[in-house]
């Protein structure tokens, strides 16, 4: 147990007199690395949470939790094969599709694509592309009217503008007497939307259901059905509860199987940010080891009048464990709160850095996302703050040791 005098001597070592100030600077400097290891690693491991949770949430806007294919052509009554589906009371809607590669071309540009033709009023019950829209509808598409629905980068690189027309060509080709012919539909851009995502943004279109139908030569039902889930996470055992549900007859899958290995990535690279990042905490810890040892040395005729007085060792020993655990306790509580206040501001921190050295950092181009998200959670700050403290405390262990190992006879020798 702690007493008020191993207390009282640690806080005095903190702050040394003038002929040994240099210590109190060295730990300072420690005080100091311990705050920045810890302020860095919440700041890192919020941002790729932020990633994640972002990324999760954008792409689950555009794709389905689940989708109900037929293992081979089109489904021909998709509003029976949806009532199946809605049987089950996890599901909560469906909507048809037509989905297909094609071109895009318009004023000599030209950009591969993938096209899904839906049902504007039911594609919202299972997607959130309509809050995505930056300009026109999707209400403008329109069975027979030809109009097509483009992402923001899309429309950059094709130079499209609300009323522009493109053209769509298929991949598939018609005979003709004249020969094989490109199939090809001429549309007008009827709405541009921005998920913040550039797969979607880049390379995906909209149109309707029926004129994807004719494009694409699907003209006895739909490619499949868009399931809305009620629990995301639980998709791939709701995937094979509506498949067995529909007799085998369909071919059920769920995001997982697009995208967990993704998501798999990112939790093996936000525990490979943990450990390395714990490694700058633990160098800043063991900076404790130098400036304790140093204490020890300056503070040998002290301890041995201690000593002398009938100070026993395991006092000594808790002058020093509490010297370095104060140190680690300020680093670490100093550093916990600057990285809560810079991930939670990081909308204001990264323009701001932006705006000085004149370059974006992710660029919507080449990245998925185009800002910096954040989120912070409080497992990962105290996991962080239990590591940082502990790291601080065993590297207090050895100088302590070796502080109350001091022998009074030996250390008044020389003085």
């Known amino acids: 147990m702690i007493r008020p005098l191993e207390l009282a001597i640690g806080l005095r070592h903190l702050w040394a007199k003038r002929r040994v100030r240099f210590i109190s600077f060295i730990s300072l400097i420690s005080v100091l690395g311990i705050a920045l290891g810890v302020a860095a690693l919440i700041t890192v491991l919020s941002v790729m949470n932020g990633f994640e949770k972002e990324l999760r949430g954008r792409i689950l806007g ?35 599709y037509v989905e297909g590669q094609a071109m895009l071309t318009s004023g000599g540009a030209v950009r591969g694509v993938l096209v899904r033709g839906i049902e504007p009023d039911e594609e919202r019950r299972v997607s959130e592309i309509s809050s995505y829209m930056i300009s026109g509808s999707l209400d403008e598409l329109e069975a027979g009217a030809f109009r097509i629905v483009v992402g923001s980068t899309l429309a950059t690189r094709l130079r499209l503008d609300l009323g522009s027309r493109v053209t769509a060509i298929a991949p ?11 199939r090809h539909r001429r549309f007008v851009v009827a709405g541009i939307f921005e998920a913040g995502h550039g797969q979607y943004d ?6 309707h259901i029926e004129d994807a139908g ?33 007799g085998g007859r369909y071919w059920v899958t769920d995001w997982t199987r697009y995208h967990a290995q993704f998501f798999r990535a990112l939790r093996i690279e936000k525990t490979a ?39 026993t ?25 600057a990285g809560v206040a810079l991930a939670a501001n990081l909308e204001v921190v990264v323009p701001f850095i932006e ?61």
């Not at 694409?216 to 094979?240: I, K, W």
């Not at 395991?314 to 680093?331: C, E, P």
């Not at 703050?385 to 100088?399: E, H, Q, R």
Request: net charge neutral; aromatic share 6%.
């Open 62 to 96: 555009m794709a389905s939790h689940a989708t109900i294919a037929r293992l081979k052509g089109p489904i021909p009554n998709w509003r029976e094969t949806a009532d199946l589906a809605l049987v089950d009371s996890s599901v909560l809607a469906a909507a048809p």
């Open 172 to 182: 598939e080709a018609n005979a003709s007497p004249a020969g094989v012919v490109p």
């Open 202 to 207: 880049s390379s995906f279109a909209l149109m």
């Open 214 to 246: 004719r494009l694409f030569q699907v003209r006895d039902g739909v490619s499949g059905l868009r399931l809305q889930l009620d629990d995301v996470f639980a998709a791939p055992r709701l995937a094979r509860e509506i498949a067995a549900s529909l």
């Open 273 to 311: 940010m943990f450990i390395i990042l714990t490694l700058i905490v633990a160098v800043a810890a063991f900076n404790l080891v130098s400036t304790l040892v140093m204490v020890v040395n300056e503070k040998r005729a002290e301890i041995a009048i201690l000593r002398t007085l009938g100070l």
């Open 313 to 337: 060792p395991a006092s000594v020993l808790l002058i020093f464990l509490v010297q370095g655990t104060l140190i680690g306790l300020v680093g670490t509580g100093v550093g916990a709160a």
């Open 355 to 415: 705006g000085l050295i004149g370059q974006k950092f992710l660029s919507p181009e080449i990245y998925y996302l185009s800002d910096v998200p954040a989120d912070i959670r409080r497992n990962d700050v105290v996991a962080i703050v239990i590591v940082a403290f502990v790291m601080s405390v065993v590297a207090t262990l050895y100088p302590a040791w070796r502080g109350a190992n001091t022998q009074p006879a030996e250390a008044l020798r020389h003085e």
